[in-house]
């Protein structure tokens, strides 16, 4: 059965760089494509981005300028960094898998999802 | 990049009653869309792909269907379980986006 799990601070600095992992279990990362997505409290579903086992990458416009996803595939992980934080970032940070068979995809496993809480 | 709403943002509804959810789009997706439930502090999980198939161990009481812009999910004998918030998703272009949600409540 396919796991994600979510790692990383619970709390950043405004302008600081935020850096999650995603370790996935029970499926090889050279598999599918692999993408983050985030939800402030109380609202809607944001997709942030995806990556591929080549390194190939999809990002939000909205986010792109301060938003890199890379993969390891050594250790069957990706990780997300967002640069320049500010209160606006904070919110819970999903992964998850997107299917190959069509690109782009829905996300059928999803990680349990970690709050970062941006604050001085 | 297109646009995704839900309506109605919240419905009230009791045990038993059959429910009809709406998503449209900004613009024509084809069949490309998914249906997520999320609970309370749970992460989403996904119902229904394509507008209309079934995720695995997805119960048949959840239907999808609809193409282009305008889709529906229908919940038929809502069990205490469905009470929670339903998510549509487009994965025709990117940026990949979703609808607002609408809360399904207990009436």
């Known amino acids: 059965q396919v796991q994600l799990q979510e790692s990383g601070p619970e709390l950043a600095k405004p302008s600081e760089t935020l850096t999650l992992t995603c370790s996935v279990s029970?499926?090889?990362?050279?598999?599918?494509?692999w993408t983050w997505l985030r939800q402030p409290p109380g609202k809607g579903l944001e997709w942030i981005g995806n990556?591929?086992?080549?390194?190939?990458?999809n990002y939000n416009p909205s986010l792109k300028s301060r938003v890199s996803i890379l993969i390891d595939t050594s250790n069957n992980q990706f990780s997300l960094k967002l640069r320049s934080v500010t209160a606006a970032d904070t919110a819970v940070y999903y992964c998850?898998?997107?299917?190959?068979?069509?690109?782009?995809?829905?996300?059928?496993?999803w990680g349990r999802g970690t709050l970062v809480t941006v604050s001085s | 990049d297109i646009h995704m709403t839900q309506s109605p943002s919240i419905l009230s509804a009791s045990v038993g009653d059959r429910v009809t959810l709406t998503c449209r789009a900004s613009?024509?997706?084809?069949?490309?869309l998914a249906w997520y439930q999320q609970k309370p502090g749970k992460a989403p999980k996904a119902l229904i792909y394509?507008?209309?198939a079934l995720e695995t161990g997805v119960p048949s009481t959840f239907s999808g269907s609809g193409s282009g812009t305008e889709f529906t999910l229908t919940i038929s004998g809502l069990q205490p379980d469905d009470f929670a918030t339903y998510y549509c998703?487009?994965?025709?272009?990117?940026?990949?986006?979703f609808g607002q949600g609408t809360k399904v409540e207990i009436k």
């Open positions: 998850a898998r997107q299917l190959n068979d069509y690109n782009p995809n829905r996300f059928d496993t």
């Open positions: 029970g499926d090889s990362i050279i598999s599918h494509y």
């Open positions: 990556v591929y086992y080549t390194g190939s990458t």
């Open positions: 613009q024509s997706i084809g069949s490309w």
């Open positions: 394509r507008a209309s």
């Open positions: 998703q487009q994965y025709h272009t990117y940026p990949v986006s």
